[in-house]
């Protein structure tokens, strides 16, 4: 269930910050019309995708590089699940957490998403406040008739509003991933952290999930 329910948010998480030509479309000046339009988007298509439905891994990444590139901030993601551990990291090894972990994102969840068409929306009303840097979207996913609120935490940048965590289930996608990052940092170093995503998304395009 909880996995199902992230579909539709980590559509929305699992990408690069970048601004490219789909993101003149969108309007990313609002954070609750940002994550409506682009929500509203990725579902009709995944629907309308037989592709996607059968849980094509490869249509299932272009897919979201190509209709959520724009609207993320994957990088401080990283950044926050790494916490006091992304300052002692080299940008090399930045740019490789934050790969291997967009990748096993796509991978752990491609099967979640095959599942969009079963699924409908509901957005609540928004609570932002005027000159807020930092909001909080809040949406219902249902399933089958089960409802389930879901959130998007959005951070202002120059390029317009952008995505960087989720919560279901009273779970944050970050905090969820903050302790098993520091124990393989504490373990093994950065580098452990980088191979040891790097082996799970190789099990996992090997189909051992």
């Known amino acids: 269930m909880k996995k199902m329910m992230m579909a539709p948010l980590l559509a929305c998480m699992m990408a690069f910050t970048s601004v490219g030509a789909y993101a003149q479309a969108v309007d990313s000046s609002q954070p609750d019309a940002l994550i409506k339009t682009v929500t509203t988007e990725v579902m009709n298509e995944a629907k309308s995708d037989s592709s996607v439905q059968s849980g094509d891994i490869g249509r299932i990444t272009q897919l979201v590089n190509q209709k959520i590139l724009p609207y993320t901030d994957f990088e401080r993601t990283t950044q926050l699940t790494m916490g006091r551990y992304w300052r002692q990291a080299t940008p090399a090894q930045r740019q490789q957490v934050t790969e291997q972990f967009k990748t096993l994102l796509i991978r752990t969840y491609s099967g979640a ?97």
Do not use: C, H, M
């Open 113 to 209: 998403i095959a599942q969009i068409r079963n699924q409908t929306v509901q957005y609540l009303p928004f609570r932002g406040q005027d000159g807020a840097s930092d909001a909080v979207v809040r949406t219902q996913v249902n399933n089958n008739g089960q409802p389930v609120e879901l959130d998007y935490r959005l951070t202002k940048t120059a390029q317009g509003w952008r995505v960087y965590d989720i919560n279901v289930l009273g779970a944050w996608l970050i905090q969820a991933y903050q302790q098993q990052f520091a124990q393989q940092i504490q373990q093994n170093g950065i580098d452990g952290l980088i191979r040891f995503l790097t082996t799970r998304n190789q099990q996992l395009a090997n189909g051992n999930g």
